[in-house]
């Protein structure tokens, strides 16, 4: 669908949403501009798009791309996640949270209308009910959810303070056909990636274990139906978004289901099952619902079906396509 051209500045663009995500943005019409630390990857869907080097954490470098770019909205997505971000919290800190301010700073400078934000599952921490709603304790165990809680706290601050409009989303584990980048969530894709690949997975986690899981093409939606949503119809700045919370165990049933030959064991690793029993069993997410019509559209078994087609397809153009991460 066509829009008014907008510009649009995607921070952490080369990662598991972002490289989706500008394609999505493009076909709404969109003047997309992607940044990233790292060099543009050799996707032909990049094909005549800018890409812009950016670190997060130089804030002189952020203030002059985004006065240089003049965006009507950023999409922040540079973020460490929750297993990588256990190896190297100081680093973890460095881009979720300081990061997130210099973004936040360059919006003020800049007059940028608004700013989108990935947060997580992982800003809430143990003892919750299984089905968590919004407005409950955020008490994270990691630095990744300690940082996304104050990346939610401070946008909360620009928007009350200096009218900017910050809208975010709180993200299940997101599973696609694309290189995770770091995840405890993680576990899930790789049922699927080392079961066509290698045809047998041990999961780091219990076969028990049950967290919020979410589909990208719904991942992605949800990010664009939230950032057109008309700010009168919402009455907060950060939602809960879910789609559906499987069991590891399920998850293996369902791989097994497409790839009846694919052995699937569970070796649970304490500090990630630690990390993994630490989140929300499922999300609560009626104010999406009722404030911008959210829907997810994927459960489990469609998303198998969906998914192990492309993920032979990524595998059969790139063999390495996901081999470089923490899993
Ligand atoms: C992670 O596992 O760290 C992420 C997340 C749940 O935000 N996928």
Redesign the pocket.
């Known amino acids: 669908m066509m829009r008014a051209t907008m510009r649009i500045l995607i921070t952490g663009a080369g990662g598991q949403i972002g490289s989706e995500l500008v394609t999505s943005l493009r076909e709404r019409g969109y003047d997309v501009h992607p940044s990233d630390r790292a060099p543009k990857p050799d996707n032909p869907a990049l094909a005549g798009v800018p890409w812009h080097p950016l670190d997060v954490t130089d804030a002189e470098a952020v203030t002059r791309l985004v006065g240089e770019l003049r965006p009507g909205r950023i999409f922040h997505l540079a973020a460490v ?3 990588r971000g256990e190896q190297m919290p100081q680093l973890t800190y460095a881009v979720n949270q300081t990061g997130t301010y210099n973004l936040l700073e360059a919006c003020r400078l800049h007059g940028v209308g608004q700013l989108v934000f990935t947060s ?3 800003v809430f921490g143990p003892g919750l009910p299984d089905l968590v709603a919004d407005d409950v304790p955020l008490q994270p165990s990691t630095m ?1 959810g300690v940082t996304k809680v104050a990346g939610e706290l401070l946008g909360q601050y620009y928007a009350r303070k200096y009218g900017l409009d910050f809208r975010g989303v709180r ?4 599973i696609s056909a694309s290189l ?1 980048g770091g ?4 576990y899930a894709l790789f049922m699927y990636v080392d079961g066509v690949r290698r045809g047998t997975y041990d999961a780091f986690c219990r076969a028990d274990t049950r967290i919020p899981l979410m589909y990208m093409p719904d991942g992605l939606r949800a990010l664009l139906e939230l950032s057109e949503a008309p700010r009168a119809r919402l009455r907060r700045c950060i939602y809960n978004v879910a789609a559906f919370s499987p069991t590891a165990q399920q998850i293996a049933d369902s791989v097994r289901r497409v790839l009846p030959d694919v052995r699937i064991g569970f070796v649970s690793d304490p500090h990630r099952q630690a990390i993994l029993d630490s989140w929300p069993r499922a999300l609560d997410d009626t104010c999406a619902q009722e404030d911008w019509g959210w829907k997810a559209t994927f459960d489990l078994e469609r998303m198998t079906d969906d998914l192990i087609p492309r993920i032979r397809g990524m595998l059969a153009r790139a063999p390495d396509a996901f081999s470089s991460t923490v899993h």
């Open positions: 996640l929750s297993a997580t599952i992982a990744y993200f299940p584990g997101l995770p995840g405890t969530s993680d």
